[in-house]
């Protein structure tokens, strides 16, 4: 299993800037992509980013520009740097990781989720 650990949420001013860190732990090979979604209340959970392996990544076009999303594979852990935040990023922030495994003849993607990060952006 693959254990992930969220912090660095909290309460802002619009205008301000969060960094959210994701650190990996447990049963963590083959873990490819990373990704950050987040999930406002009464609305479905969205993508919000995501970067491979590789460090390609890939943002919703209501944070592009604003947020950026990075990687240290040396310490299992993905960050998401939000700048400009505004009243309407509030959300719980959830991270997300794939891992491959090979198992009744094939690959699976197996997909492991954290318990979130609340942040809040004040208007």
């Known amino acids: 299993q693959v254990q992930l650990a969220e912090s660095g949420g909290g309460l802002v001013q619009a205008g301000g800037s969060l960094r959210l860190s994701c650190t990996a732990s447990g049963t963590i090979f083959s873990i490819n992509t990373m990704a950050w979604y987040r999930q406002a209340p009464g609305e479905q959970r969205e993508l919000v980013a995501t970067?491979?392996?590789?460090?390609?990544?890939n943002y919703s076009d209501s944070v592009k520009g604003r947020f950026t999303v990075s990687r240290d594979n040396a310490k299992n852990t993905v960050y998401l740097q939000m700048n400009s935040l505004k009243p309407e990023d509030t959300a719980v922030y959830y991270c997300?990781?794939?891992?491959?495994?090979?198992?009744?003849?094939?690959?699976?993607?197996?997909?492991?989720w954290g318990q979130g990060t609340q942040v809040t952006v004040s208007s």
């Open positions: 997300k990781a794939d891992q491959a495994r090979y198992f009744t003849g094939r690959w699976h993607t197996l997909d492991f």
């Open positions: 970067i491979t392996s590789a460090g390609d990544t």
